[in-house]
């Protein structure tokens, strides 16, 4: 299947979807992760992983 035709069955464009397809979204809604988990057959652990970065302070957490 085409990233076109993916963005298509999902609803999202092919730019975002580009954008999820390399790595480099900050977010994911879940009603996006549920369309593609619909159209690829798949579960969401199969498409996303944890990148442990840098630690970052919490607003709540700044005094």
């Keep these: 299947m085409s990233l076109t035709e993916l963005a298509d069955r999902v609803g999202v464009t092919v730019a975002n979807l580009s954008i999820l397809k390399t790595g480099k979204a900050r977010a994911v809604r879940f009603s996006t992760l549920d369309a593609l988990c619909r159209e690829l057959e798949c579960q969401p652990g199969d498409l996303l992983a944890h990148e442990p970065g840098p ?3 919490f607003a709540d ?3």
């Design 55 to 57: 630690p970052e302070a």
């Design 61 to 63: 957490d700044a005094e």
